[in-house]
């Protein structure tokens, strides 16, 4: 909590005042902690910290060392202030000491001097005051004398009452030895009183402490009873379930096993089915290129004709006979076959054998002509067709 704001330090110079401005200065660096805030952290009274910080008094080392401690500060450092602080405040009231004697012996001469000045102007006055002076000391001198008169008196009845306590005070040593022995006796009888109702609640609380110390044990052997039965009947279940769990996760993994060899197996089909229909797809672009050829031929189109040759060498294929070309395209469809399905090419043998003759084992295409595999009611592709018109 941030203390209220102090009041500003007098302008003296004091070592005192310097070194209150120097811990103000570190109190703010670490956030003005309020007085309370130190005594409740550091220690201390309000009181003391308000002397410290208003100037009033230099603090004791292990105060200082305390408080700067706790505000952050270096110290050794502030250790090595205080004790030049000090030295400081020593000097300043030894000078301070020897300047009031100074000006206190020259107060005096003043006041000498300005009698003196009042005699040279007017001795007739100073001479009448002198006489007023004696007369005031004559009647102070007849009030003393009767004072001490009174005095005097007082004294003697006070010297009577005296010698009448000193006889009065062997009767007041008897009345109070008497009431010390009373009370001695009182004290004897409170103590056997007291140790002996000690005593029993001591015994009580001893039987107390058995009963509950007999009851705890019961129920803590019927707790390590309960806690035995329950472990085990906790273990048991727990294997059962250990065992159930096994026995599922050697199933799930068998499972795993087996769908794994599967998507294995149908991997390897869909590798297969791929292939067969990159060799089919093949296939069926050599047989449109020849198809082509063949409208350009009639076109007279022999150069493009020849384009279309190197076609079918980079396809691997050599150049084939129109009635090859012709053989399983354009077929006659039996009824039964519509004129929008394709062959299954799972179940076209063919093709795997008509590969083997169109491409060799080099890449190159042989020399030989071999018949294409068919193809069943493959759509139309009018590419031919535009090419030639």
């Given at each position: 909590m941030?203390?209220?704001k102090?009041?500003p330090?007098?302008?003296?110079?004091?070592?005192?005042?310097?070194?209150a401005?120097?811990?103000r200065?570190?109190?703010?660096?670490?956030g003005?902690?309020?007085?309370r805030?130190?005594s409740?952290k550091v220690?201390?009274?309000?009181a003391?910290?308000?002397?410290?910080?208003?100037?009033?008094?230099?603090?004791e080392e292990?105060q200082l060392i305390d408080l700067?401690g706790?505000l952050?500060g270096d110290?050794?450092e502030?250790?090595?202030?205080l004790?030049?602080?000090?030295?400081?405040?020593?000097i300043?009231?030894?000078d301070r000491?020897?300047?009031?004697e100074?000006?206190?012996?020259?107060?005096?001469?003043?006041?000498?001097?300005?009698?003196y000045?009042?005699?040279?102007?007017?001795?007739?006055?100073v001479?009448?005051?002198a006489a007023?002076a004696?007369?005031?000391?004559?009647?102070?001198?007849n009030?003393?004398?009767?004072l001490?008169?009174?005095l005097s008196?007082m004294l003697?009845?006070?010297?009577?009452?005296?010698?009448?306590?000193?006889?009065l005070?062997p009767?007041?040593?008897?009345?109070?030895?008497?009431l010390i022995?009373?009370?001695r006796?009182?004290?004897?009888?409170?103590e056997?009183?007291?140790?002996?109702?000690?005593?029993?609640?001591?015994?009580?609380?001893?039987?107390?402490?058995?009963?509950l110390?007999g009851r705890?044990?019961?129920?803590a052997?019927e707790i390590i009873?309960?806690?035995?039965?329950d472990?085990?009947r906790?273990?048991?279940?727990t294997?059962?379930i250990?065992?159930q769990?096994?026995?599922?996760?050697e199933?799930?993994?068998?499972?795993a096993?087996?769908e794994r060899?599967?998507?294995?197996l149908?991997r390897q089909?869909g590798?297969?089915l791929v292939?067969?229909?990159?060799?089919?797809?093949k296939?069926?672009?050599a047989?449109?290129?020849m198809?082509?050829?063949?409208?350009l031929?009639?076109?007279?189109?022999?150069?493009?004709s020849?384009?279309?040759d190197l076609?079918?060498?980079?396809?691997?294929?050599n150049?084939?006979?129109d009635?090859?070309t012709?053989?399983?395209r354009h077929r006659?469809?039996?009824?039964s076959q519509p004129?929008?399905e394709?062959?299954?090419?799972?179940?076209?043998?063919d093709v795997?054998?008509?590969?083997?003759?169109?491409?060799?084992?080099?890449?190159?295409?042989?020399?030989a002509k071999?018949a294409?595999?068919?193809?069943?009611?493959a759509?139309?592709?009018d590419a031919?067709t535009?090419a030639?018109?």
């Amino acid at each position: 909590m941030v203390g209220r704001k102090l009041k500003p330090l007098p302008d003296d110079d004091h070592p005192r005042t310097q070194f209150a401005q120097a811990l103000r200065e570190l109190r703010d660096g670490a956030g003005s902690p309020s007085y309370r805030t130190l005594s409740e952290k550091v220690g201390y009274t309000l009181a003391t910290y308000s002397s410290i910080f208003n100037g009033d008094v230099l603090p004791e080392e292990v105060q200082l060392i305390d408080l700067v401690g706790y505000l952050k500060g270096d110290t050794r450092e502030w250790s090595r202030r205080l004790a030049d602080a000090a030295a400081a405040v020593e000097i300043w009231d030894r000078d301070r000491g020897a300047q009031s004697e100074l000006f206190a012996e020259m107060e005096g001469l003043k006041v000498e001097l300005e009698g003196y000045r009042v005699i040279a102007g007017d001795p007739a006055s100073v001479f009448g005051q002198a006489a007023r002076a004696q007369e005031d000391a004559q009647k102070r001198i007849n009030f003393a004398l009767e004072l001490e008169s009174k005095l005097s008196g007082m004294l003697h009845a006070v010297d009577a009452q005296l010698n009448e306590a000193q006889g009065l005070v062997p009767t007041a040593q008897e009345e109070a030895q008497a009431l010390i022995d009373q009370a001695r006796e009182a004290a004897r009888n409170i103590e056997l009183s007291a140790s002996l109702e000690a005593q029993t609640r001591i015994e009580q609380a001893q039987a107390s402490f058995a009963r509950l110390v007999g009851r705890a044990e019961s129920e803590a052997n019927e707790i390590i009873d309960k806690a035995g039965s329950d472990s085990r009947r906790i273990r048991a279940d727990t294997g059962r379930i250990v065992d159930q769990l096994l026995a599922e996760a050697e199933q799930y993994i068998e499972d795993a096993r087996a769908e794994r060899l599967q998507a294995e197996l149908e991997r390897q089909k869909g590798d297969a089915l791929v292939e067969r229909m990159k060799l089919r797809a093949k296939i069926d672009l050599a047989q449109v290129i020849m198809e082509a050829q063949q409208a350009l031929a009639k076109a007279g189109e022999m150069e493009h004709s020849g384009m279309l040759d190197l076609l079918l060498q980079d396809l691997g294929i050599n150049n084939m006979s129109d009635s090859e070309t012709r053989k399983g395209r354009h077929r006659k469809r039996g009824a039964s076959q519509p004129s929008n399905e394709y062959v299954d090419l799972s179940e076209a043998p063919d093709v795997e054998t008509s590969i083997s003759g169109l491409v060799g084992a080099s890449g190159e295409a042989p020399e030989a002509k071999v018949a294409l595999p068919r193809r069943r009611n493959a759509p139309k592709d009018d590419a031919a067709t535009r090419a030639v018109n």
